[in-house]
């Protein structure tokens, strides 16, 4: 598959990267300048609980891009001018692999071509041409509204064939909303409390997460997808236990000084909890205290810390 990585980042490496150990698949980054010329010079090495040194190709200039499949990993803020950018060229399919309620935004500008995706690998840019895997885990594709779909199932096998784990899911829209229970119970509350992941264990961190998740399975029925309370707090629970020793990619991003992804996942499970006439205080509050900690500090942070700072390309946001 020829397939284009919008987005080279921490997850977009390290997927671009794992993808491109199959000699079938032509890969090619889309990333700022730094990251870009290093995999070009010594091409992308990925560590930590997987090692691989590949050479997928690599870009800077997102548009006029021709691929069977675009994987879209850019912060969730980021996915309008990723969007955008995609709109110039020729892509048969576009996967977002993003936390958050992004797809609508991806579908607003690429039609039908877009497919729903999550991801639980944990990936965390190193420096330029390096990323480091903190987390083997699984992707799930499938189409938007739910049902068995060929086009997912070539997605997956493309995954597959380079040795990522990788399922084509019939009922993406509830694996959707579970994975944003998911990040609506863990992100914020380990960003604000600047704890790890494990500190969800136990009360009370783990009452308000299972809180803010049961919002997200109540506003998920009120939009017409079966997601069970229960269900909902077991993926939380699962997750927390599986991440115990990860710092949130919220966390990393508040101890960073920069912009956080709550509006995609808190923000927009009280934004549809209020559209759909469903209560939705533990988000709303989260989102609203997150937003208050960005007005005063995010983008005082200045460099990524990884050496690929966004100063050479589109401002984030
Ligand atoms: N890092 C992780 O372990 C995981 C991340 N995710 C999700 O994946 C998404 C991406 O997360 P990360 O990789 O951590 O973020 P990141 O900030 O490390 O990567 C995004 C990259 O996209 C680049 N970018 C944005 N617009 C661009 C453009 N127009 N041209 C070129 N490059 C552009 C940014 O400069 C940045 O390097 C988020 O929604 C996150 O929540 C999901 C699962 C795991
Ligand atoms: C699964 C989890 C909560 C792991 O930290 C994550 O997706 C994130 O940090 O954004």
Redesign the pocket.
Same mark, same amino acid.
């Given at each position: 598959m020829n397939v284009v990585v919008f =987005? #080279? =980042?921490? /997850?977009?490496s390290l997927v671009g990267g794992l993808l491109a150990r199959d000699p079938d698949h032509r890969v090619t980054l889309?990333?700022?300048a730094a990251h870009v010329e290093r995999v070009r010079a010594d091409g992308l090495r990925v560590s930590g609980e997987l090692d691989a040194t590949t050479r997928p190709e690599a870009t800077?200039d997102?548009t006029g891009l021709r691929a069977d499949l675009a994987l879209v990993?850019?912060? !969730?803020y980021?996915t309008a001018? #990723?969007a955008a #950018?995609l709109a110039t060229g020729d892509v048969d399919l576009v996967c977002s /692999?993003?936390?958050?309620l992004v797809e609508e935004v991806l579908e607003a500008r690429l039609g039908d071509r877009v497919l729903a995706g999550t !991801?639980?690998?944990? !990936?965390e /840019?190193v420096g330029p041409g390096h990323v480091r895997c903190t987390g083997v885990g699984a992707v799930r594709v499938g189409e938007l509204d739910g049902g068995a779909s060929e086009r997912a199932e070539r997605v997956a096998r493309a995954f597959r064939a380079a040795g990522l784990d990788c399922t084509a899911d019939a009922e993406m829209p509830r694996s959707r909303w579970e994975k944003l229970a998911v990040n609506a119970g863990v992100n914020a509350v380990t960003a604000l409390a600047r704890v790890d992941n494990g500190a969800l264990r136990d009360p009370p961190g783990a009452d308000l997460a299972a809180r803010a998740a049961r919002e997200t399975a109540r506003v998920a029925r009120a939009n017409g997808v079966d997601l069970a309370d229960d269900r909902a707090v077991d993926a939380l629970t699962e997750v927390v236990e599986a991440t115990a020793a990860n710092r949130s990619?919220m966390r990393q991003d508040v101890e960073a000084g920069r912009r956080t992804?709550a509006d995609a996942i808190n923000g927009a499970v009280a934004d549809r909890g209020a559209a759909a006439g469903v209560e939705t205080p533990v988000n709303r509050t989260l989102a609203a205290l997150v937003r208050t900690w960005e007005t005063e500090n995010a983008g005082q942070g200045g460099e990524r810390g990884d050496g690929?700072d966004?100063a050479d =390309?589109?401002p984030?946001g």
């Open positions: =987005g #080279a =980042g921490s /997850l977009g889309v990333g700022r800077t997102g990993t850019v912060k !969730a980021d001018s #990723a #950018a /692999l993003q936390n958050g !991801a639980t690998y944990g !990936a /840019l990619s992804e690929c966004d =390309g589109e984030s």
